[in-house]
């Protein structure tokens, strides 16, 4: 699927060099020359989007799940399981991290029925690791419910999800509208299969029973008061209650609401068959028209399994599934990387890329319509087919290169790039900030409901996505009058962290969204000599690593302590310097280094590794490699220093 380089084919880092400008201006042309040649035939670029084990562990659940088991496929994945089991037999959360339970359970689930044998070493040490790490009785919900539908544990174990759900009315204190895109896309099918809850017999010797303990007999929730003392323990009780009244035989809104979110799936499939464009969505939909009992050679099965047959990486002799794509995102911040290193905008490549952009433009209504009705269809994806979830993000980032690409049809691009700006206007919240995907996604009490153990159920404003939209707003002339500016800047301020820096959502954490804010304040004028900038340009410079570089680790976001710490990586380097150079510093001796770091690591490939995880899913829960980021940030870095260095300098 891409020709992205696995670790062990890395090229060695060049010896250091001393910053010149002549070493300055052939890593910046060097690196532009790699990202060239790695383009695609129709414009756009795209490399891996990798992330924990589970994501392939899943696929062959799926498989056996809808008797569709492919014996070549499955041996491959599994292969790819094992080359990433670590040595203590665990598997974790991101690169270097600490054993991840619901990776290690599922990864041994899914091996033992792809016939690995009980008494094989790797099996022996992953199910020490389970059993050292808390075992069955810690794992995630959606682990629970794959031990249900394998049999291997009671439904009643799981959170109810009831299919009446889809019933509730948009204005209802809670409906499907209140949770985020993703959650929506995943729970509505998950409910046709809670309704179903069908258990997937396995032969004894493929079972796991191995790591059940005396200490698991317990596996449901338990409320640690009664129902009115939190918000907890209210849903714990309804959740019990739920479940009684659904043993009753007599459902009487049942079929209507089955016919009801059966109907939602398939409103919600792409053309091309992709579901919301993630893995979670894709394989529960399919599940749900399987159990809905659609035959394998129905069209929308079909196109749903071409779409699960995209998201695999085949490299021979392994295989493993992406939880995503992600063309449009690493098309848009490779466009900006490029140009801010000179390529002029009527560049062909950049040409050719922005076209392409432009002819995938969402031109339907999505679920942003409920909240915002008299918006019309604009923006773009993540993906190359979700145009029902285009989200704030790509958009922004996407309108800041189409304003700066000469693309021939002036008429096409701004009508276009004219209706993308109105529907990202529309998308903001009413406390000044942008979500993700959705408007108004901020129940927190929601996030209390037993399902939502990974406190990811909703998408609310965050800094990070609102300061990237400032960065675009300011580039196509916004004032710092208008009213939805000035609501946003002060979202952004009011959300600064007390030593300066601020938390980062949706990449590895306060580095980037202290990178982000500061752009996007500046981008819109705000005097950068103010202390809100200063402060955080002491931040960034007082976490800088002995060796020039700055890293921040995933363990950032459960414990705070921690922020702004970790092994330098490319794409954190990157993002401090641009962070440095937005609050004019970049004269400082810091930033130099950073540069000098960044230089000096440029492999023969002419481009940077990192095997850390710098991207965000879900805070706590899970974690990305964007395979590009290692490419166009250090990028973007070195050419705007270099732009304001020359501009000092002038």
């Known amino acids: ?104 359970v599922e990864c ?9 044998s009980l008494d094989a070493p790797e099996m022996a040490r992953a199910r020490e690791a389970i059993l050292k790490n808390g075992g069955i009785r810690a794992t995630r919900v959606f682990t629970k419910i794959f031990l249900a539908m394998l049999g291997q544990i009671s439904w009643k174990h799981v959170p109810a999800v009831p299919v009446e759900i889809i019933l509730l009315p948009d204005n209802f204190p809670f409906n499907i509208y209140e949770i985020s895109s993703w959650s929506r896309g995943t729970v509505v099918p998950l409910s046709i299969v809670y309704a179903h809850r069908p258990v997937h017999r396995l032969p004894k010797e493929k079972g796991v029973a191995e790591l059940f303990t005396e200490q698991d007999r317990a596996l449901g929730f338990k409320a640690d008061g009664h129902a009115f003392s939190s918000w907890h323990n209210f849903f714990i009780h309804l959740d019990g209650w739920i479940k009684v009244v659904g043993r009753c035989p007599w459902k009487p809104l049942r079929k209507k609401a089955l016919v009801k979110a059966e109907q939602w ?16 969505a894709m394989l529960n939909s399919l599940l749900a028209l399987h159990y809905q009992g659609y035959d394998k050679d129905h069209p929308a099965f079909v196109r749903g399994m071409e779409a699960v047959e995209r998201f695999l990486i085949d490299r021979g002799d392994h295989m493993c599934m992406q939880a995503c794509v992600s063309p449009l995102w690493d098309t848009a911040i490779t466009l900006n990387a490029l140009m801010d290193s000179g390529l002029p905008g009527n560049h062909p490549a950049l040409v050719k890329a922005g076209e392409w952009i432009l002819g995938k433009q969402v ?44 693309i021939p049809d002036t008429a096409w691009k701004e009508k276009e790039t004219g209706r993308a ?30 399902f939502a153990d990974h406190k990811a159920l909703l998408d609310p404003p965050t800094t990070d996505v609102s300061s990237r939209i400032l960065w675009a707003l300011g580039n196509l002339g916004f004032s710092r009058e208008h009213p939805k500016v000035r609501k946003a800047i002060d979202f952004v301020k009011r959300n600064q962290e007390t030593d300066g820096c601020w938390w980062g959502r949706w990449g590895v954490n306060y580095i980037y969204g202290t990178f982000l804010a500061l752009n996007g304040l500046r981008s819109i004028g705000e005097n950068m000599d103010d202390e809100f900038s200063q402060k955080a340009a002491r931040w960034l410079m007082d976490h800088q690593n002995e060796d020039g570089g700055w890293g921040e680790t995933c363990e950032s976001y459960s414990n705070p302590a921690l922020r702004g710490q970790g092994a330098s990586t490319a794409s954190q380097t990157a993002w401090a310097i641009l962070g440095l150079v937005a609050a004019g510093k970049a004269g400082e001796e810091s930033t130099a280094r950073g540069v000098s770091h960044l230089i000096d690591r440029q492999n023969e490939s002419d481009t940077w590794w990192e095997p850390e995880f710098t991207g965000t899913g879900f805070p706590e829960h899970f974690y990305i490699k964007y395979h590009m980021y290692q490419h166009f940030f250090p990028l973007m870095a070195l050419s705007r220093y270099r732009s304001a260095r020359q501009s000092q300098s002038s």
């Not at 041994?108 to 690995?116: C, N, T, V």
């Not at 319509?369 to 790509?394: M, S």
């Not at 979500?435 to 996604?441: Q, Y």
């Open 1 to 104: 699927m891409n020709d992205a380089l696995s670790p062990e084919k890395q090229p060695i880092a060049r010896k250091a060099r001393p910053i010149t400008q002549d070493g300055l201006d052939a890593a910046i042309e060097n690196s532009r020359n790699y990202l060239l040649s790695r383009q695609a035939q129709e414009g756009y670029w795209v490399d891996e989007l990798e992330s924990n084990a589970t994501i392939t562990a899943e696929l062959i659940f799926f498989m056996h799940f809808t008797g569709q088991v492919d014996l070549e496929k499955q041996e491959k994945m599994a292969r790819y399981l094992l080359g990433i089991q670590r040595e203590d037999g665990s598997w974790p959360l991101y690169y270097g991290g600490p054993c991840d339970i619901n990776s290690t």
């Open 108 to 116: 041994y689930m899914a091996l033992k029925i792809a016939g690995r």
């Open 265 to 280: 799936v398939l409103d919600h499939q792409e053309d091309e068959g992709d579901f919301a464009g993630i893995q979670p």
């Open 363 to 406: 031109v339907k209504r999505g679920d942003w319509q409920v909240k915002r009705p008299h918006a019309e269809p604009g923006g773009w994806a993540f993906e190359f087919y979700n145009e029902l979830y285009p989200d704030t993000d790509d958009t922004a980032e996407i309108l800041i290169a189409l304003n700066r690409i000469a």
């Open 421 to 450: 700006l109105a529907w990202l206007l529309h998308m903001q919240s009413n406390n000044g900030g942008w979500a993700a995907f959705d408007v108004e996604n901020d129940k927190e009490i929601l996030n209390e409901i037993p």
